[in-house]
């Protein structure tokens, strides 16, 4: 086996990644044969045995795994899923399962472990050092954002301040006080707490030492986070915002990483640990480089809980050709999830898309989308906030989103501090 620092993003060349990856599938493959009750059963099913299982082509021989399967066979413990003896679990994670059973993910010790290490390797890459102070924003509990975020900053030895989600007024003085360099948190978070540090008279650029955030856990887009790196002064000091990105079924954050080289629209992906293809979200066929489709992940370390081709239903493209200094591919920037798409009056409307054209127009402070779907009728509507309020705003935001989407929505004007802020995943978007 190839040997190399996992914490170093920067250590592997690309036939060294290559040999690791397929070397990792095998054992992967192997390992979940004779331990996973779930995928024992399914590939005896088909007739198939690990030796049949050879490169990334083979994987295509077996179903793709889904967030219902996982509902139906990994609670509460693990279930059929769970690969170790109960015993060896260290702990859980789950997503909030406000729908039915939550998404499950338990973790053995080396697991934790690994999924530090993987974290720490992210922040290493966006450019986080032992010497910042961070304040880590991502809320601590079965969300796996706070933990597994501050498992990575023990990982580089940064300074941390585990603050968690919430009182932003209180968080403005911290972060002046005590010269924080690095805040970590949803983009929403982040942008909320630009806000406060505005209204209580801080100038971010000139006051604060804000270099880096580091926004997660939603999907964001380019005008998003130039709008942070604008409201919070990272610019000044030669940082940015850089994304990370991650779901609770891989382990949480630690999945891929967007470097100072990529602004804002791809991401490193960790395909030493975590072997990806990106699929029609309609046929399962497997797309080529740069063809968008859906995110399909399969584990080639996990213990606990490994997934095979896990359909992550995250929207995005897989390239391998830049000119970053680490050889791992990347993926793009997620444009949103299949199942986030709106159907209104016959249209395919994405959220992002609508997003990323009102974070542009710097008028626009925060907004809402409420989509009505009644049996006679069907209305678009977007509240903006603005403190601005006059129709040819009015008109130039009816303008762009018709141009985008082909929908006609009406707009509606309305005053600083008139729709909900958000300190976790934002709901902009309702359709009732």
Not at 113 to 128: E, F, M, Q, S, T
């Amino acid at each position: 086996m190839i040997s190399y620092e996992i914490l170093n993003p920067y250590s592997l060349k690309r036939e060294e990644l290559e040999k690791v990856q397929e070397l990792r599938l095998r054992e992967a493959i192997n390992y979940i044969y004779y331990n996973s009750k779930y995928y024992n059963r399914l590939m005896k099913g088909k007739g198939l045995k690990p030796d049949d299982i050879r490169n990334v082509a083979d994987l295509r021989k077996l179903p793709f795994t889904t967030k219902e399967d996982l509902a139906k066979f990994s609670y509460p413990y693990g279930g059929e899923f769970l690969a170790v003896p109960f015993e060896q679990v260290s702990l859980w994670h789950m997503t909030s399962g406000t729908t039915g059973n939550p998404t499950i993910n338990a973790y053995t010790e080396g697991d934790v472990k690994i999924w530090g290490d993987l974290v720490g390797r992210c922040l290493i890459l966006a450019g986080v050092n032992n010497g910042d102070i961070v304040a880590n924003l991502y809320g601590y509990g079965l969300f796996t954002g706070g933990i597994g975020l501050h498992m990575g900053l023990q990982r580089v030895n940064a300074k941390i301040i585990p603050w968690g989600a919430g009182r932003a007024e209180a968080l403005a003085k911290v972060l002046k006080d005590f010269k924080v360099n690095v805040i970590t948190g949803t983009p929403s978070f982040e942008l909320y707490v630009a806000e406060v540090i505005k209204k209580q008279g801080i100038d971010a650029e000139k006051e604060l030492n804000l270099r880096l955030a580091i926004p997660g856990a939603e999907v964001m887009n380019n005008e998003m986070l130039t709008k942070i790196e604008r409201e919070l002064g990272l610019k000044a000091r030669g940082g940015g915002a850089r994304q990370i990105y991650g779901l609770t079924e891989a382990m949480g954050p630690g999945v891929a990483q967007a470097c100072p080289e990529d602004g804002h629209d791809y991401l490193h992906i960790w395909s030493d640990y975590f072997l990806v293809e990106v699929v029609d979200p309609e046929t399962g066929e497997v797309l080529g480089e740069g063809e968008e489709g859906e995110l399909v992940f399969t584990h080639l370390f996990n213990r606990a809980i490994p997934l095979i081709r896990y359909r992550t239903r995250d929207i995005t493209s897989l390239n391998y050709d830049h000119s970053c200094k680490t050889v791992f591919p990347r993926i793009k920037t997620i444009k949103g999830r299949i199942d986030d798409v709106i159907f209104y009056k016959g249209l395919k409307i994405f959220p992002s898309v609508i997003a990323s054209a009102l974070f542009s127009i710097p008028q626009v402070i925060e907004f809402q989308v409420i989509i009505e779907k009644k049996e006679e009728s069907q209305k678009f509507t977007i509240k903006i906030e603005t403190s601005q309020n006059n129709e040819q705003l009015k008109d130039v935001i009816t303008m762009r989103i018709r141009e985008l989407t082909l929908a006609n929505p009406s707009v509606e004007l309305l005053p600083p501090g008139s729709l909900p802020r958000y300190e976790g995943k934002s709901k902009r978007f309702l359709v009732r």
